[in-house]
């Protein structure tokens, strides 16, 4: 149902960031708001949006290894 999916969605995210968090810059609050298309898009495409978006707003010291 929608519930799953949308649940499966935050915990892609979840995992999504943590992938990032050794390259955070400190002291910053961040919030990560999924729309309806995030449900098709896959971990792959959610993945490397919160990349793309963590960069585009300078919040990375460096590339994740």
């Known amino acids: ?13 979840r995992e999504s960031y943590r992938r990032y968090l050794p390259v ?6 961040i919030v ?3 729309k309806q298309p995030a449900i098709t898009a896959g971990f792959a495409v959610l993945s490397e949006e919160v990349g793309y978006l963590l960069g585009k707003a300078t919040l990375l ?3 994740p290894q």
């Open 24 to 29: 955070l810059k400190n002291g910053k609050i």
């Open 1 to 13: 149902g929608k519930a799953v999916a949308l649940n499966r969605v935050k915990r892609w995210i």
């Open 61 to 63: 010291d460096e590339e």
């Open 32 to 34: 990560i708001v999924a």
